[in-house]
């Protein structure tokens, strides 16, 4: 009995000690985000998985704040490619991918214009953006992107990940 229960806790550290070892695979975190052409900031939501040293999938979500009476939300669908590591700490991606465009613009309870429209528009992401190793659960990565579609513009911004 006692054999048994020191193989089963045996096994369970190694076990423990094994998937410490591997790399995490998925990373998510938050950031900020400033749109040219709609000249405005944003909150950027990222998650990431890992496939393998040179591929990763990215799915997005960002909340253009709202000016001029019109706001953005955009979804993302995004492949990494790692093309350069600089060392353990730092390497560098191109992306490319799908954007989903969807924008409101409300007047409110404007004399005028009162009233709201909404909308939406595909778009492609091309793109480059780093990944800096902060800590051992966390990265820094800041990104630019140029979306194209009908009213084509660009984003700049940063998000920090944390590896789980």
Avoid: C
């Amino acid at each position: 009995m006692k054999k048994t229960i020191f193989t089963l806790i045996l096994l369970l550290l190694s076990a423990s000690v094994s998937l410490q070892a591997q790399e995490s695979k998925i990373r998510a975190g938050a950031g900020l985000v400033y749109a040219t052409d709609i000249n405005n900031l944003g909150l950027a939501l990222k998650g990431v998985y890992t496939i393998n040293p040179e591929w990763e999938g990215a799915f997005g979500f960002t909340h253009i704040l709202k000016k001029d009476y019109v706001s953005y939300n955009i979804v993302d669908l995004d492949a990494h490619y790692v093309f350069a590591q600089t060392s353990d700490e730092m390497s560098f991606y191109g992306l490319a991918g799908l954007a989903l465009n969807f924008w409101k613009v409300d007047f409110g309870d404007n004399e005028w214009f009162g009233g709201s429209a909404t909308g939406s528009d595909a778009g492609l992401n091309l793109g480059v953006g780093m990944n800096y190793l902060l800590s051992s659960n966390l990265r820094l990565v800041p990104e630019v992107r140029f979306t194209v579609l009908d009213g084509s513009f660009a984003r700049l911004g940063a998000t920090v990940q944390y590896s789980f």
